[in-house]
């Protein structure tokens, strides 16, 4: 008699499986997110010991201002491209990317063209960083969008090749910049290898993205992509009106300073500046396979990253000055002092992370808007209020106290978003 096999047995190896290949996403993500850190700090280490401190206070406002870009690129082409269409089809994943791509570039175009012109307003030291910022974002912004398309794939080494590709780059471009020794060139240098590796991601997709069918994709996930580009841009416009206020009370060397302690944390900055790289896309799979884990994987997910913080703020806090110096130069004495706020600020801002994955995967867009506006608020607050009271080091601890108060608030809509899924389970992601 042949034995019978329960329903348990048929789905064990399928829930085997399962995890197999959770486990290797992760684990791409993890390799991805490690090249885009290092190579991210090992520029600003680079930039900061050619420079010196004031001009490298310059180069950080055009970084920055690149990251308030970026996250209006990936507001409106790239998040709703992870939240619908991780783990779809291979042609509906062709389509989406080629539209969510060719809207990537042209951001990148428009806003690049407002950055041009700002630049020449401004002139003096600031603007032909900018100038030079607005010639090179349409490359940054395709390079970033490819990692998204190839996240939501499934195929995470597609874009960890695409980061080392850029890596590769980086090097020849960042000694010539040297040998110029002006902000202008180190931005041109950074941007140029960007576009080297968006070059290299219409190989690996085989898709050439079409910015004639930008409006469209715009068109076709506005329910989404508006509100994503009002948080994207709440959450890096409040980063950049910091770093302009704190240049204003305090001065330019302050913001180097934020910017050197921000360095020295740089592999989980980067991290959390590329959560939906991976989590979003992971997040959406849980909700579709198994919704009732969803909770558990945001808080294995934004625990870990706060603990992992917390270990390295422990680390950098041991580091001998000697070889801070010799890591940063003369940015390292005022970025020292403030690796403890920097720390808990970046481990506060973890583990909200994991519940704004929750809330991605979700489609919850407006509990998430409401929770980055709040987080934004607190902190320019705390920022700008810590550095009229105490300079450099309260505006550190002032933004440290926001991203913990936030967090909590991310955790609470997230627990109301499940609540609210439980009650009433109607499917919010669509795949094609």
Same mark, same amino acid.
């Given at each position: 008699?042949?034995?019978?096999?329960?329903?348990?047995?048929?789905?064990?190896?399928?829930?085997?499986?399962?995890?197999?290949?959770?486990?290797?996403?992760?684990?791409?993500?993890?390799?991805?997110?490690?090249?885009?850190?290092?190579?991210?700090?090992?520029?600003?280490?680079?930039?900061?010991?050619?420079?010196?401190?004031?001009?490298?206070?310059?180069?950080?406002?055009?970084?920055?201002?690149?990251?308030?870009?970026?996250?209006?690129?990936?507001?409106?082409?790239?998040?709703?491209?992870?939240?619908?269409?991780?783990?779809?089809?291979?042609?509906?994943?062709?389509?989406?990317? $080629?539209?969510?791509? =060719? *809207?990537?570039? +042209? @951001? /990148? %175009?428009?806003?690049?063209?407002?950055?041009?012109?700002?630049? &020449? !307003?401004?002139?003096?030291?600031?603007?032909?960083?900018?100038?030079?910022?607005?010639?090179?974002?349409?490359?940054?912004?395709?390079?970033?969008?490819?990692?998204?398309?190839?996240?939501?794939?499934?195929?995470?080494?597609?874009?960890?090749?695409?980061?080392?590709?850029?890596?590769?780059?980086?090097?020849?471009?960042?000694?010539?910049?040297?040998?110029?020794?002006?902000?202008?060139?180190?931005?041109?240098?950074?941007?140029?290898?960007?576009?080297?590796?968006?070059?290299?991601?219409?190989?690996?997709?085989?898709?050439?993205?079409?910015?004639?069918?930008?409006?469209?994709?715009?068109?076709?996930?506005?329910?989404?992509?508006?509100?994503?580009?009002?948080?994207?841009?709440?959450?890096?416009?409040?980063?950049?009106?910091? $770093?302009?206020?704190? =240049? *204003?009370?305090? +001065? @330019? /060397? %302050?913001?180097?300073?934020?910017?050197?302690?921000?360095?020295? &944390? !740089?592999?989980?900055?980067?991290?959390?500046?590329?959560?939906?790289?991976?989590?979003?896309?992971?997040?959406?799979?849980?909700?579709?396979?198994?919704?009732?884990?969803?909770?558990?994987?945001?808080?294995?997910?934004?625990?870990?990253?706060?603990?992992?913080?917390?270990?390295?703020?422990?680390?950098?806090?041991?580091?001998?000055?000697?070889?801070?110096?010799?890591?940063?130069?003369?940015?390292?004495?005022?970025?020292?002092?403030?690796?403890?706020?920097?720390?808990?600020?970046?481990?506060?801002?973890?583990?909200?992370?994991?519940?704004?994955?929750?809330?991605?995967?979700?489609?919850?867009?407006?509990?998430?808007?409401?929770?980055?506006?709040?987080?934004?608020?607190?902190?320019?607050?705390?920022?700008?209020?810590?550095? $009229?009271?105490?300079?450099?080091?309260?505006?550190?601890? /002032?933004?440290?106290?926001?991203?913990?108060?936030?967090?909590?608030?991310?955790?609470?809509?997230?627990?109301?978003?499940?609540?609210?899924?439980?009650?009433?389970?109607?499917?919010?992601?669509?795949?094609?």
């Amino acid at each position: 008699m042949t034995p019978t096999t329960t329903e348990g047995e048929n789905t064990r190896p399928t829930a085997a499986t399962a995890k197999r290949a959770m486990v290797g996403r992760l684990s791409w993500g993890l390799a991805d997110q490690a090249a885009s850190s290092m190579t991210n700090f090992a520029v600003g280490i680079y930039v900061a010991r050619s420079l010196g401190l004031a001009a490298f206070g310059v180069f950080s406002l055009a970084w920055l201002t690149y990251g308030v870009v970026l996250n209006v690129s990936r507001g409106l082409a790239t998040d709703p491209l992870v939240v619908r269409f991780s783990g779809v089809p291979a042609a509906s994943w062709r389509a989406a990317a $080629a539209r969510s791509s =060719g *809207a990537a570039l +042209g @951001v /990148g %175009a428009a806003l690049g063209a407002v950055c041009l012109l700002v630049g &020449l !307003g401004l002139g003096g030291r600031v603007g032909p960083a900018f100038v030079c910022l607005g010639v090179v974002l349409p490359g940054l912004l395709l390079q970033d969008a490819w990692r998204f398309a190839f996240f939501a794939a499934g195929t995470g080494q597609k874009a960890f090749a695409n980061d080392l590709v850029w890596g590769v780059a980086l090097v020849p471009a960042m000694v010539v910049a040297a040998r110029v020794g002006s902000v202008a060139a180190f931005v041109l240098a950074w941007g140029a290898s960007a576009a080297v590796a968006a070059g290299y991601g219409c190989l690996q997709s085989g898709i050439r993205p079409p910015m004639t069918q930008a409006r469209g994709w715009l068109r076709e996930q506005r329910d989404l992509g508006y509100r994503y580009l009002v948080e994207n841009v709440s959450l890096s416009g409040a980063s950049q009106l910091r $770093a302009y206020g704190l =240049g *204003a009370i305090v +001065g @330019v /060397g %302050a913001v180097g300073a934020v910017r050197g302690a921000e360095h020295l &944390l !740089g592999p989980f900055l980067a991290v959390l500046m590329g959560l939906s790289l991976v989590t979003v896309a992971e997040a959406a799979r849980v909700l579709r396979q198994a919704p009732h884990r969803l909770a558990r994987f945001c808080l294995l997910l934004g625990g870990g990253q706060a603990a992992a913080a917390l270990l390295w703020g422990a680390a950098l806090l041991l580091t001998p000055d000697r070889v801070g110096e010799f890591v940063l130069g003369g940015v390292w004495h005022s970025a020292s002092e403030l690796i403890v706020p920097a720390t808990l600020g970046v481990a506060g801002a973890g583990l909200g992370s994991g519940a704004a994955a929750g809330l991605r995967a979700l489609a919850a867009a407006r509990r998430s808007l409401r929770c980055q506006l709040f987080a934004s608020a607190c902190y320019v607050g705390g920022g700008l209020g810590g550095a $009229a009271v105490a300079g450099t080091i309260g505006s550190a601890w /002032g933004v440290a106290a926001a991203t913990v108060c936030a967090s909590a608030v991310w955790w609470l809509q997230l627990r109301s978003a499940l609540r609210e899924r439980h009650h009433n389970p109607i499917p919010e992601v669509r795949t094609s």
